[in-house]
């Protein structure tokens, strides 16, 4: 078992409905964390003024 190579494999993206999570590289002192990307819930529509009566 100790002859096992040591590397870690690559964790994949984890991916939600409006957000996706993506693993960083360790720091110096071994801590690993994650960046999580939020999509938009809602689309913005371009607002027109009104015509005057």
Do not use: C, I, L
Request: hydrophobic share 25%.
């Amino acid at each position: 078992m100790s002859d096992q190579p040591k590397e870690k494999r690559p964790v994949p993206d984890g991916k939600s409905k409006f957000m996706t999570t993506r693993r960083k590289e360790p720091s110096k002192t071994g801590f690993v964390g994650y960046e999580v990307v939020w999509e938009p819930f809602h689309k913005v529509a371009e607002y027109t003024t009104p015509k005057k009566p």
